[in-house]
């Protein structure tokens, strides 16, 4: 019998599958303009190309930016809090949370300051959450500016 974790995540997946589920999908393509810089290694006298990143295969050889699927949920005005010492409001934000699959051998912290193109609007991502249900990654948010 699958575990709580295995079922949720499947159902995860499905959302955000292009068929959706009972045929109503609810995510988009977006392009994760997400890549790694060549470079050259002295001890083996190589240099690396670098690229984009590839969704299936969790690498950086891709030679165009990947395309994820995403489910946009705009955002009015976040929560504010104020600065105890200067009394100035911090942390208000607007924007765009996208969610998405946890991308394969990718930190979510290398998302931030990634260009995230959605609908012919270009976002930066300014902060990643990544949701886990125990131990297992479920859903990654990422808000965009």
């Known amino acids: 019998?699958?575990?709580?974790?295995?079922?949720?995540?499947?159902?995860?997946?499905?959302?955000?599958?292009a068929k959706g589920i009972g045929?109503?999908?609810?995510?988009?393509t977006a392009t994760l303009h997400l890549a790694e810089k060549g470079g050259y290694s002295p001890t083996?006298?190589?240099?690396?190309?670098?690229?984009?990143?590839?969704?299936?295969?969790?690498?950086?050889?891709?030679?165009?930016?990947?395309t994820p699927l995403v489910i946009p949920k705009p955002i009015i005005k976040r929560k504010t809090r104020t600065n105890?010492?200067?009394?100035?409001?911090?942390?208000?934000?607007?924007?765009?949370?996208f969610y998405l699959e946890p991308l394969t051998n990718v930190d979510a912290k290398k998302l931030i300051g990634c260009k995230l193109t959605f609908q012919g609007s270009d976002y930066t991502v300014v902060e990643v959450v990544e949701q886990y249900l125990g131990t297992t990654r479920m859903i990654w948010e990422a808000l965009c500016q």
């Open 84 to 97: 105890e010492v200067t009394g100035l409001n911090i942390g208000a934000q607007t924007g765009t949370t």
């Open 44 to 66: 083996t006298g190589t240099v690396s190309a670098g690229g984009y990143y590839d969704l299936t295969l969790g690498t950086y050889t891709a030679s165009d930016p990947p």
């Open 23 to 28: 045929g109503a999908s609810l995510a988009s």
């Open 1 to 17: 019998m699958p575990n709580l974790s295995s079922q949720v995540k499947k159902t995860i997946n499905k959302v955000l599958s």
